[in-house]
């Protein structure tokens, strides 16, 4: 299970079962409810106090976290769209397409810079063949 906190992706450390209250103030689905790290699961264990329940940690996909690593994204559903489709995160497409617009404009700005210097050694050269 996951969340996205600031653009960033957090992956669930443990799932807790058992008697979990109706209106618990953490992820809960029908399976129990999912805590992303040790504070948090301190703060859950004080609401559930004497109720029976279990604690087991999770283990993710190394790739998926992996993946995540340095990544932004815009929502839950794009996080695993990216992981489990290999669709690029609509920010790491943006932050390409400056990287890929930046490149553009200083290589254009190159070969303006080199059509300006043949020009000039066209001009020269023309110069010193009437003159010679």
Do not use: W
Request: aromatic share 8%; proline share 2%.
């Amino acid at each position: 299970m996951i969340r996205i906190t600031d653009g960033s992706a957090k992956f669930a450390k443990y799932h807790i079962s058992g008697d979990i209250p109706e209106r618990f103030p953490f992820h809960t689905d029908k399976e129990g409810a999912y805590i992303y790290d040790d504070r948090e699961l301190e703060r859950a264990r004080a609401m559930l106090g004497d109720a029976k329940y279990t604690v087991a940690e999770i283990a993710h996909d190394a790739g998926h976290i992996e993946k995540a690593r340095g990544q932004r994204y815009l929502s839950r559903s794009e996080a695993i769209a990216h992981f489990q489709h290999d669709i690029e995160p609509e920010h790491g497409l943006r932050e390409k397409h400056k990287k890929a617009l930046a490149t553009i404009a200083d290589l254009s700005s190159r070969l303006e810079r080199m059509e300006s210097t043949v020009t000039q050694h066209a001009k020269e050269f023309a110069a010193l063949k009437k003159g010679g």
